[in-house]
């Protein structure tokens, strides 16, 4: 089976922090994407990456940055945690006619 | 961009079909629609996609309208396990890349 393997499940980090969210997948996807969700708001795309050290802006990318060096992995990065970037954070990635999601992380930020 | 729109909420009795609409209207002719689903703190589950002609599965099915603009999906005998948040979404290709649209997703609660 696919896997897209989201790091940690539960963070709670302090403001001012910088807080990594690493993503996994283990099928040699070229594309794959990360997306906050909140209670009404639904699914809000932050980055996305359809290579090695390519990135593009999603729809809600401040205050964030995102790295991908090698091609299974694609990491997160808020340089400077704030509380309304308490939220869950979802990666997927994408190949041919199927998006495969991570379980997700819960990131609070106090 | 294709956006797509889905009402936030709806209601299904248990054992009747559940009809979950999505409004797709800016869709071009080589995007796909999924569809979605999400139970409370879990990722995402693939339920089912389509291009132009409906589709079946052992989940669901998924109507496309002839001329694209809208689709339905379809569970045709819903039970309390399927209440969860429906997600439409278009997969757009793009120079950059592909790029997946969601809907704000549909609230479906199935009632005993």
């Known amino acids: 089976d696919v896997k897209v393997t989201q790091s940690s499940r539960y963070l709670v980090k302090r403001t001012g922090e910088k807080v990594f969210l690493e993503c996994v997948q283990d099928?040699?996807?070229?594309?794959m994407f990360w997306y906050r969700q909140d209670p009404g708001l639904g699914l809000r795309l932050i980055y996305f990456?359809?290579?090695?050290?390519?990135?593009e802006k999603g729809d809600i990318p401040e205050g964030y940055s995102v790295s991908r060096e090698k091609k299974e992995r694609f990491s997160l990065i808020l340089e400077s945690a704030s509380t309304n970037q308490t939220s869950m954070y979802l990666c997927?990635?994408?190949?041919?006619?199927?998006?495969?999601f991570g379980e997700g992380s819960w990131l609070t930020v106090v | 961009d294709a956006k797509t729109t889905q009402p936030p909420s709806m209601d299904c009795a248990e054992g009747r079909a559940a009809n979950l609409p999505c409004n797709h209207s800016?869709?071009?002719?080589?995007?796909?629609v999924y569809w979605y689903r999400q139970i409370h703190s879990q990722g995402p589950q693939y339920i089912i996609h389509?291009?132009?002609n409906n589709e079946t599965n052992e989940m669901a099915s998924l109507i496309i309208t002839e001329d694209r603009k809208s689709s339905t999906l379809i569970l045709p005998h819903a039970t309390l396990r399927d209440t969860a948040v429906y997600y439409c979404?278009?997969?757009?290709?793009?120079?950059?890349?592909?790029?997946?649209?969601f809907g704000g997703g549909t609230r479906l609660m199935v009632k005993p």
């Open positions: 997927a990635s994408f190949t041919g006619n199927t998006i495969y």
């Open positions: 979404i278009v997969r757009v290709a793009n120079n950059a890349g592909n790029m997946l649209t």
């Open positions: 099928m040699d996807h070229e594309n």
């Open positions: 389509g291009l132009k």
């Open positions: 800016t869709i071009s002719g080589n995007e796909y």
């Open positions: 990456s359809y290579d090695v050290k390519m990135k």
